[in-house]
Structures are given as structure tokens and as C-alpha cells.
């Protein structure tokens, strides 16, 4: 069974730093994504992220980068230039592209303070 | 479009009642899911459904049901509440296209047992 590991339930960061969340996964399988969600206090999920696990190249959307380190399965997100919007609640994902289930870790609180 | 819709917001109940989440999409995606999310423990996949007609168990499928009899809609039934089902409710569809892989999450249910 997969599992993704979220090893930071807390952290924070200064307004305009650079922040890092981690995330572990563990999977037998070949056929997967990877998922950075965020979830703001109004608990809608927003996807701020995506990684095929068969591109080596790190995906990057805008301030928000992956550092994706396939046989170390290790996924975690750097929030560039961190704005106050971002405070939120971010959730890493795996997803089966066999199954179709999609596993969540649990979560790490990030505050960015002004 | 309206994305994902999910009623009712809030709900009460007492032990032992019954009650349905309703989940619906109008992006006519064949993959839909329902998780619930607990303090501490991020989202746990209770049931997905990959097309109508057909179901799976999740993570956490007891004292749940689910039945997918169109593509739109995808209820999730509590059969006797709990109160260890106290939690918020998220349905969720995917789309797949190509290297395009995405989940679109409803705005969630927050469900109290009494």
C-alpha cells in the first residue's frame, strides 16, 4: 500500500522568504503523480502543483517549485518569495495511475508572517 | 461550469441516523471520489467510483455506502451515524487527459454525530 509522509505539521516563514515543505511517499509502483494541494481556512483544495513521476525535470508553477527525487521518493515544495496569502494548510499527494486512488499525507500548517 | 457542488455545508445528526452527502459535477468527468478529513490525519479516501455504474472501497469505506448510477452524481450514504464520524466531507472528480492529471474538490461538508 502507498503511504506519503508529511514530516512538518508546523511552520513559518517571514514575508518575501523562501520556505520549504517536505514529503516522503512510499510506492512499489511505476505509474504515478504527485500532488501539492492547498488548503486555505476556507477548506477549499487548491491544487498548487503537479509532478508525473516519469519526467525527471522538476515541475514549477510560478513562485512554487518541487524538488522531485524519484529513487529517494522524496516530493517537496519551495514557495518562493512567500506572500501572506500563502498561509494555509498544504496536503502532498500521491496519485495511482493504477489504481486511481489518491493518498494524501497530513498536512503541514505553514503561517508567513508579515 | 459550476465544478464540484456539495450539499448540504453543515449537518447535525444523532447517533444512528441516516443521512446522504449529495456530490455532483458538470464536467462530465468519469472519476469521482469521497474523502473525509480528521485533525492530524489529512484526507482519508473513503470510496471512488472510476465510471457509472461502478464503485471501489477506499482507505476508510466502513459504515459508508456510495452508488454511481450517472456520470454527474456520486452520493455517499451514512447508514447509521457515528459519532466517530464526525468530519468534513470532500468529493472530488478527476479529469485525465493526455499528461494532464487533476482533481477538482468540492467546497465540503462538515458533518457532526452527536
Known amino acids: 500500500a502507498q503511504t506519503v509522509t508529511q514530516s512538518q505539521p508546523e511552520m513559518s516563514v517571514q514575508e518575501a522568504e523562501t520556505v520549504t515543505l517536505s514529503c516522503t511517499y512510499d510506492?512499489?509502483?511505476?505509474?504515478?503523480?504527485l500532488f501539492w494541494y492547498k488548503q486555505p481556512p476556507s477548506r477549499q483544495m487548491i491544487l498548487v502543483i503537479r509532478q508525473e513521476a516519469y519526467k525527471q525535470q522538476n515541475a514549477t508553477e510560478n513562485r512554487f517549485s518541487v524538488n522531485f527525487q524519484k529513487a529517494a521518493k522524496s516530493f517537496s515544495l519551495k514557495i518562493s518569495d512567500s506572500q501572506l496569502g500563502d498561509t494555509a494548510m498544504y496536503f502532498c499527494?500521491?496519485?495511482?495511475?493504477?489504481?486511481?486512488?489518491?493518498?494524501f499525507g497530513q498536512g503541514t500548517t505553514l503561517q508567513v508572517k508579515p | 461550469n459550476a465544478g464540484v457542488t456539495q450539499t448540504p455545508k453543515f449537518q447535525v445528526l444523532k447517533t444512528g441516523q441516516s443521512m446522504t452527502l449529495q456530490c455532483a459535477q458538470d464536467?462530465?468527468?468519469?472519476?469521482m471520489s469521497w474523502y473525509r478529513q480528521d485533525p492530524g490525519m489529512g484526507l482519508r479516501l473513503i470510496h471512488y467510483s472510476v465510471g457509472a455504474g461502478i464503485t471501489d472501497q477506499g482507505e476508510v469505506p466502513n459504515g459508508y455506502n456510495v452508488s454511481r448510477s450517472t456520470t454527474e452524481d456520486f452520493p455517499l450514504r451514512l447508514l447509521s451515524a457515528a459519532p466517530s464520524q464526525t468530519s468534513v466531507y470532500f468529493c472530488?472528480?478527476?479529469?485525465?487527459?493526455?499528461?494532464?492529471?487533476?482533481?477538482?474538490f468540492g467546497p465540503g461538508t462538515r458533518l457532526t454525530v452527536l
Open positions: 464536467m462530465n468527468h468519469e472519476y
Open positions: 472530488a472528480s478527476r479529469v485525465s487527459q493526455g499528461s494532464t492529471d487533476t482533481q477538482y
Open positions: 499527494a500521491f496519485y495511482s495511475g493504477n489504481t486511481g486512488k489518491l493518498i
Open positions: 510506492t512499489s509502483e511505476s505509474n504515478y503523480y
